[in-house]
């Protein structure tokens, strides 16, 4: 089971496993420093989610293991897109989907990019690149999550309909919710709070 990770040893690295779908049970690592989406609360999201995600084109911002993101390839998501501006994060994720013999390009199904989330939202824009569901988890207490939900909303990278999922400390205040979204759910666990976005029609 190592050896899926490599012989590189694997000292600064946890595990969890991956809930449900195609790799339900397997193992992905991620490294200790950063704080990956508890499993209660992936359950609890996935759960929300039922029937958005198969054939979700999905992107993972502050994508850290990118936990949420391999759950989505598992339960069927037709292309994830994973975010993180630390290279420890990012070489985990392609360590993962090493892992999981999703490493290769699957026509640009599955990018792995390491690189400031809002510099990353200009270039998807500017691509024209779409998301129906897009991941958000950045460190909590510095108002991240305020300004990402804000950079988003006003990007033109989510169509109508499109989810974002933001999860951050139940303390943050996401502030005013920009007019072309609405928010329809949130969640608390502890002191993590889950907030979920739909774009308007």
């Known amino acids: ?31 200790k420093h950063i704080r990956p989406t508890q499993d209660k609360v992936r359950q609890a999201v996935f759960d929300v989610l039922a029937g958005v995600v198969r054939k979700a084109r999905v992107l993972e911002l502050f994508a850290g293991s990118g936990a949420l993101g391999l759950e989505s390839l598992s339960r069927g998501a037709s292309s994830v897109y994973f975010i993180d501006s630390d290279r420890r994060s ?25 690189n400031d989330a809002f510099r990353a939202l200009r270039i998807l ?14 460190p909590y207490h510095k108002d991240l999550a305020k300004k990402a939900l804000k950079t988003i909303a006003s990007s033109g990278i989510l169509p109508p309909r499109s989810f974002v999922i933001v999860e951050h ?12 979204i609405t928010r329809v759910k949130e969640a608390d666990y502890g002191d993590i709070k889950v907030s979920y976005f739909q774009m308007r029609p």
């Open 1 to 31: 089971m190592i050896d899926f990770f490599g012989k590189d040893g694997l000292a600064g690295f946890g595990f969890m496993r991956i809930i449900a779908g195609k790799y339900r049970g397997r193992l992905i690592l991620f490294p």
């Open 90 to 114: 990012t070489n985990a994720i392609m360590r993962n989907l090493e892992s999981l013999g999703l490493s290769k390009d699957r026509q640009g199904a599955v990018r792995v990019y390491t």
């Open 125 to 138: 824009e500017k691509k024209g690149e779409r998301f129906d569901l897009v991941f958000l988890d950045p």
């Open 169 to 180: 400390a139940g303390t943050d205040d996401l502030g005013a919710v920009p007019e072309n």
